[in-house]
């Protein structure tokens, strides 16, 4: 069968059903794909890679999975935190993880330091203190950091946690608001009041903190426009450096679809509906998928190590439960999403890795082509510095079709994507797939059964 006639069957597949993605929608090999892998893999990956230095902008992310509640919307590799000593046993594991790797860094300089969850403001002062300069700063060098980014929601922050932060080098933090409205919080079980967020809000502007961002979530269940109205005028009145808004995305892992929850077409048009306000509620610009920003906030007060990871396929290493890393032309890993696995892998001094896929360099420009045509698209300049190839020949096909389509266009220096939602993305990215990839992607959706593609979308995709 020809590229076209298999990548049209996929299109209809993903077309009829919402496509249920884990992580981040825009990985490659995709991660349901992964194996298992071993840690000794992923050490003779990194030194394989630090010996050859063809690397570009290395990062650190650390995952912390601890929250005060769990939200029904989240995505993320997190729990309701029992008791604060829990914390301290998952730093003893997050020393033991960095020492393994003390080893193969030694002094090697990283770029920027991520530090993501759940919610590491839930840190206690203490904890963040040992966090910094007894883990993160005493293996790892930073002196070269361009950008140590944290995340918070606002009931855990205070005035001397922020202090320290800034004293510990962060320079960009992200405030959790979602929704100001108590009503869309609360039914979602998260317990946060207005005054958090406006105090929260000027004591990290007083500890000096560089750059705000603000999260906000679009579509959540209850939203109505006048919330969203409401929430937009409260949180620019803060003045935030900027703001990203999260369309609601009922995955697999949310307690929403783990309860039996499902969107409707109805609730889907109608949070369409809500992200068209929320864009047109901007008074800032555009600087990114659903990313706004100040002027002079367009690239420092970004998520840089996103950014590098997008445009310039940048190295990363991902520490803490469930925390993902790349080991450019090698592998794609992500750590075992099981506390306890975590733990045990730890207490016997191996990587506690979990799924991987072993990459090559085609695999590299696949996951390059999709993931920038998700943002703003392919710039060819960066394509060929990066991979001394120019992206015409290495796609030719693929970027001939998708032109046809009207799926993307293509000016002198930049290939731009014209899909018009994530579903029609999520579905013709897909034409970048290597040829074997699609067949068995076919196979899956196909076969049904345990196991399956369907299977998997059937037990866990909530929208119907
Ligand atoms: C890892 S969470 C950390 C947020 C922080 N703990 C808080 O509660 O504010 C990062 C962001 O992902 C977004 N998010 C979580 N679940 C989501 C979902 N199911 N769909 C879309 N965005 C989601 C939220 O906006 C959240 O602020
Ligand atoms: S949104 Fe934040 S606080 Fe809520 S469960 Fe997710 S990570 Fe935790």
């Known amino acids: 069968m020809d590229k076209i006639d298999l990548f049209e069957r996929i299109v209809i597949d993903a077309y009829s059903v919402e496509i249920a993605f884990s992580g981040s929608g825009y990985e490659y090999p995709p991660m349901y794909l992964w194996r298992e892998i071993g840690g000794e893999a992923v050490k003779a990956g990194w030194k394989k890679l630090l010996r050859g230095r063809d690397y570009v902008y290395p990062g650190i992310y650390l995952h912390i999975p601890f929250c005060a509640s769990k939200c029904s919307f989240c995505q993320f590799f997190s729990r309701a935190l029992k008791d604060r000593r829990e914390i301290d046993v998952y730093l003893d594991y997050l020393d033991k993880e960095a020492r393994l790797y003390k080893g193969i860094f030694g002094p090697f300089a990283w770029r920027t330091l991520y530090i993501?969850?759940?919610?590491?403001?839930?840190?206690?002062?203490?904890?963040?203190?040992r966090l910094f300069s007894g883990i993160l700063y005493k293996y790892f060098n930073f002196s070269r950091c361009i950008q140590v980014a944290f995340e918070s929601n606002p009931g855990s922050l205070d005035a001397k946690k922020l202090k320290l932060l800034k004293e510990y080098g962060v320079n960009r933090l992200t405030i959790g608001v979602q929704s100001?409205?108590?009503?869309?919080?609360?039914?979602?079980?998260?317990?946060?009041k207005q005054e958090d967020v406006y105090r929260a809000f000027s004591q990290a502007r007083n500890a000096g903190i560089e750059y705000i961002s603000v999260?906000?979530?679009?579509?959540?269940?209850?939203?109505t426009s006048e919330s969203i109205i409401?929430?937009?005028?409260?949180?620019?009145?803060?003045?935030?450096?900027?703001?990203?808004?999260?369309?609601?995305f009922p995955s697999p892992p949310t307690q929403f679809v783990k309860s039996g929850g499902f969107l409707t077409e109805r609730d889907i048009a109608h949070k369409n509906k809500l992200l068209c306000l929320a864009a047109s509620l901007q008074d800032k610009k555009p600087i990114g998928n659903d990313e706004y920003g100040?002027?002079?906030s367009d690239f420092a007060g970004r998520n840089i190590q996103l950014v590098d990871q997008i445009r310039h396929?940048?190295?990363?290493?991902?520490?803490?439960?469930?925390?993902?890393?790349?080991?450019?032309?090698c592998l794609r890993y992500m750590n075992t999403d099981d506390i306890s696995g975590y733990y045990r892998a730890l207490d016997k001094n191996t990587c506690p890795v979990f799924l991987g896929s072993r990459i090559d360099m085609r695999d590299e420009m696949i996951f390059y082509a999709t993931a920038n045509l998700r943002y703003k698209g392919i710039s060819k300049k960066l394509f060929y510095q990066l991979f001394r190839r120019r992206i015409e020949r290495v796609f030719a096909r693929e970027l001939e079709i998708l032109e046809k389509m009207k799926k993307i266009t293509v000016d002198k220096?930049?290939?731009?994507?014209?899909?018009?939602?994530?579903?029609?993305?999520?579905?013709?990215?897909?034409?970048?797939?290597?040829?074997?990839?699609?067949?068995?992607?076919?196979?899956?959706y196909r076969a049904g059964g345990p196991g399956s593609h369907q299977d998997y979308l059937r037990n866990f995709c909530s929208c119907r």
């Open 230 to 248: 409401d929430t937009h005028k409260r949180v620019y009145e803060l003045k935030p450096d900027t703001v990203h808004f999260n369309a609601f």
């Open 116 to 129: 993501g969850g759940g919610t590491p403001s839930l840190l206690s002062l203490r904890q963040l203190d």
């Open 313 to 329: 396929n940048s190295a990363y290493l991902g520490l803490g439960c469930s925390a993902s890393s790349h080991i450019n032309r």
């Open 180 to 192: 100001m409205d108590e009503k869309v919080t609360s039914a979602c079980g998260r317990a946060q």
């Open 215 to 223: 999260d906000l979530m679009i579509g959540l269940p209850g939203q």
């Open 413 to 444: 220096e930049y290939i731009l994507s014209a899909m018009d939602s994530v579903y029609e993305y999520l579905a013709y990215s897909k034409y970048f797939y290597r040829d074997e990839l699609l067949r068995k992607l076919q196979r899956i």
């Open 294 to 296: 100040l002027p002079e």
